[in-house]
């Protein structure tokens, strides 16, 4: 079994500039999570730092310390999207600063539930009313939010001054947060890319929704970029398998450091398709400056990346400040995004956050209508978050879809997936179809979907037998080809609808059931002079191109199909009593004088060598004849 690590737990840091974040950290870990010499040099985080601690019960927290100055608010929305908890950072001497404020506001659109106020500098700010002021100013900017009853810590790092506390509060805060869930589809959103003397490219991210394991194969997403996992560390320490929720080293093989950037998604191959449109709940700020409004240009931050958007906003003209809607975006560059996944927006210039949101859709297949109450209907109930929806929403979309391939677009494992479905069986709301419809095996497709497909199915039948009423029915492989399904779901469907009574199957074709092909009155009457002209002339009827050209080439086929004609050759075609004849006549004389040659039947039967010469022939390849030189005789499978 691979080594991994044990259960660990990421937290972020968030705050104003010069609040004292990075020296928090480096008071707490011991590493200061400042990297870079500009960095260093200015005193000022610019990019993402990382540290990491490990708690008195032994558990390994990470650590991504973000910068607070707002010329870096970009850099610090890609270090906050995989936190489990906060360390809202406030300078004691300070107290609520712009930045504090942005950053409270970002947190809150990404969703995050739990964290910890922590009052740094505490030895410059003796007076404890002061204090007292400034954790309530504090507590006011987060009310109503998810962090509203965070615990209030102060500290000094200088002095030491509240550490031991507030390692312990961290302690208490994660014991009881569940371990990120294992989907078997894991995502590493890159947040830092560097190359190691000796090893090669190296990414770094926290890992999301499945194990990573040394020696897997792997893609980047959007680029498309594939290799190989040749080293995992969590901590500086190697591992060969990576849990989610961790955070992750990744070395690889076959990737140069140049074909990497920040934003893009480590998965497994073909796991993690990028998308350039994507439905959204959208939050606008109320401190916002002003309204988001339709087709507005923004950034859009998701995981750790960032790309520039236009907003389709799909019940309105606008969001106001402190109101919300439903929007799709429209990306100049694709990304990965999975159901669930949080965003935020930013106007590009003047720079502000404007809001945030939730991803419904990741890919929807078109663009919306604005208004339209059914896809504002279908989002709503996407929104509301149970599973089963998202399960009758893909049977919809991806449908008729195996349980594997349902279970995957949800992010469940099959198991929990199966038992979902069957809760949407039992309500109507999805279907079984195919050979395995009674079972677990089979597709699945959303009970209304089925119905669309259905109805599709019988306005193409309908309209072929419409179209060419002689016919059996519509080819199978042409129906295939107008429903545009794929051969396993095509064999399903048929399956269904033969057992529905909705189609009926006749050797190489499709009809609808009870369907029989039926001649026009004026058809009937042509029929009727050709057949009499052909029973009458019984062993030399009328050639093949005579007949078609009497009959057309619809009630031509159709006479062939019912069996009123038998086609012997591409030139001769007999009726079907007169071919009966002369079979039975040919192996009876055969039976009797064992041998015959062409010029004998041809007199037996008055009629002229290009018939019976064409008959014979035909009776070879079915085996009722055997030719012999210059004769025939009995074949195998003569009567």
Not at 105 to 128: M, N, S, Y
Not at 168 to 173: E, H, I, R, T, Y
Request: proline share 5%.
């Amino acid at each position: 079994m691979p080594e991994a690590e044990g259960r660990t737990h990421v937290v972020g840091t968030a705050g104003h500039v010069d609040h004292g974040k990075s020296t928090l950290v480096h008071a707490l870990t011991g590493m200061h999570p400042d990297r870079l010499r500009e960095e260093i040099e200015r005193q000022m985080t610019i990019d993402l730092g990382f540290a990491w601690l490990t708690l008195p019960q032994g558990e390994a927290v990470g650590i991504v310390d973000v910068p607070g100055h707002r010329d870096f608010i970009e850099n610090m929305l890609a270090g906050v999207g995989g936190m489990d908890a906060v360390l809202l950072v406030i300078a004691a001497d300070e107290g609520v600063m712009p930045q504090t404020r942005e950053h409270a506001a970002i947190l809150r659109l990404l969703g995050v539930e739990r964290g910890i106020i922590v009052l740094t500098k505490a030895d410059l700010a003796d007076d404890p009313d002061w204090l007292r002021m400034v954790e309530a100013d504090a507590r006011g900017l987060l009310a109503g939010t998810p962090l509203a009853d965070s615990e209030v810590m102060a500290v000094s790092a200088r002095t030491g001054q509240g550490l031991p506390e507030l390692i312990q509060a961290l302690a208490s805060l994660l014991q009881d947060l569940p371990l990120r869930a294992d989907r078997g589809r894991p995502r590493l959103p890159i947040d830092r890319v560097f190359s190691m003397p000796g090893f090669g490219t190296v990414l770094t991210g926290t890992l999301l929704d499945g194990r990573l394991e040394l020696g897997q194969d792997i893609e980047l997403s959007p680029s498309g970029v594939r290799g190989r996992i040749r080293g995992l560390q969590t901590h500086k320490r190697k591992i060969e398998l990576a849990m989610p929720g961790s955070r992750v080293a990744v070395n690889i093989s076959g990737v140069g450091v140049e074909a990497v950037e920040r934003g893009e998604v480590l998965g497994q191959p073909g796991a993690h398709p990028a998308t350039r449109l994507m439905d959204v709940r959208i939050d606008c700020l109320a401190d916002a400056s002003g309204p988001i409004t339709h087709n507005q240009e923004l950034k859009l931050f998701t995981g750790t990346a960032q790309r520039v958007a236009r907003i389709r906003i799909l019940d309105g003209d606008r969001i106001r400040p402190g109101e919300s809607g439903w929007a799709q975006l429209v990306l100049r560059h694709a990304v990965v995004a999975s159901a669930g996944d949080r965003l935020v927006v930013r106007r590009p210039s003047p720079g502000e956050t404007l809001g945030g949101g939730i991803v419904i859709e990741p890919a929807p297949a078109r663009l919306h209508r604005r208004r339209e109450a059914q896809v504002l209907a279908t989002l709503k109930r996407l929104a509301q978050g149970d599973p089963r929806d998202r399960l009758a929403e893909l049977a919809a979309s991806e449908g008729p879809a195996s349980l594997a391939q349902l279970a995957a677009g949800a992010k469940l494992d099959e198991g929990s997936a199966a038992t979902m479905v069957a809760d949407l069986v039992a309500a109507g709301r999805v279907r079984r179809i195919g050979a395995g419809a009674s079972t677990a095996e089979g597709l699945l497709i959303e009970s209304e979907a089925w119905g669309r497909l259905t109805e599709r199915a019988r306005r193409v039948l309908e309209e072929y037998h419409r179209s060419f009423p002689l016919r059996a029915g519509v080819p199978r492989e042409e129906l295939k080809s107008r429903l545009h399904l794929e051969g396993r779901v095509y064999l399903a469907c048929l399956h269904s609808w033969g057992v529905e009574g909705k189609v009926q199957e006749v050797p190489g074709c499709v009809a609808l059931d009870g369907f029989r092909p039926a001649p026009s009155g004026s058809q009937l009457a042509a029929m009727e002079r050709m057949m009499g002209q052909v029973a009458a002339a019984e062993f030399s009827p009328p050639s093949v191109k005579e007949l078609m050209d009497a009959l057309g080439e619809e009630l031509y086929a159709y006479l062939v199909a019912s069996g009123a004609l038998v086609v012997v050759s591409p030139e001769v075609a007999f009726g079907a009593e007169a071919y009966a004849k002369l079979v039975r006549g040919i192996s009876e004389l055969l039976a009797r004088e064992g041998q015959a040659t062409v010029a004998r039947m041809r007199d037996e039967f008055d009629t002229s060598r290009k018939y019976i010469l064409a008959l014979l022939e035909h009776l070879d390849a079915k085996g009722i004849t055997v030719r012999d030189a210059d004769v025939r005789r009995l074949g195998p499978r003569a009567g």
